[in-house]
């Protein structure tokens, strides 16, 4: 199935949903990163599950609205985000001492690490699951865009860095509302080619003339075998 993503649209939605959620992406947003940051990064996976279930709350307009305390909902996924998490890190510590394609290979680790979270939080996969699903996404291609617009995302949750770092609190959401918006794309253009293939009208096999004689010629023979039958066998 392919996963076709409008760049364009993508862009556009989650700008408009950043910017009417300000206040509850920015203070989860300042939350996660601060309890992040007090626990070396351990928490920092749970907390961005909780993340990717407000955004997702906000993106389908959900009726009762997110709180920042949502966000620790998230510790629900502990053990499979953390997991995904280490596994993603060790990916990219091997790929940062690799020569010229180390490079590479560590700048598409992070947007995979949050497909897979992503994976883990809306799917309910495991660890290994989600992370064997991001590897063969991206080697079929099926991820090649969407790991783009991941890359484009941190380019544009990292300028708030700027400014002395404080900036990043105000542009970091953007970075989950963005990577939000492609996920739903992602598996809108899968669902509506799933229909397309179910709603294809099964061919209906031709009835055989033969079958058409054999109908037409059955009553007549069943009056032979009655003729023919011996009224003293009764």
Not at 9 to 19: A, H, I, M, R, V
Not at 151 to 158: C, Q, T, W
Request: glycine share 8%; aromatic share 12%.
């Amino acid at each position: 199935m392919k996963k076709e993503i409008d760049l364009g649209k993508c862009f556009t939605d989650s700008w408009e949903l950043y910017k009417n959620n300000l206040g509850i992406l920015i203070s989860s947003t300042l939350i996660a990163f601060l309890v992040g940051s007090l626990t070396c990064g351990v928490l920092y996976a749970p907390l961005f599950i909780g993340l990717f279930w407000i955004v997702d709350r906000l993106f389908k307009n959900d009726s009762e609205k997110p709180a920042a305390g949502d966000l620790f909902k998230g510790f629900s996924k502990f053990a499979p985000s953390l997991i995904c998490f280490i596994i993603f890190a060790v990916i990219y510590a091997i790929a940062c001492a690799l020569p010229i394609v180390g490079p590479l290979v560590a700048l598409a680790a992070s947007p995979l690490m949050m497909y897979a979270l992503m994976y883990i939080a809306y799917e309910d996969m495991d660890a290994i699951g989600a992370f064997k699903r991001v590897f063969q996404e991206l080697f079929s291609g099926y991820l090649l865009m969407p790991v783009v617009i991941g890359f484009l995302a941190g380019l544009a949750g990292s300028v708030g860095g700027l400014l002395c770092g404080i900036g990043v609190i105000i542009t970091a959401p953007i970075t989950f509302v963005i990577y939000v918006c492609a996920y739903h794309q992602m598996k809108a253009n899968s669902d509506i080619e799933d229909a397309e293939i179910v709603s294809e009208p099964k061919a209906v096999p031709e009835e055989s003339p033969l079958a058409e004689i054999d109908s037409e010629s059955a009553p007549d023979d069943a009056e032979t075998v009655a003729e023919d039958k011996d009224p003293t066998a009764e």
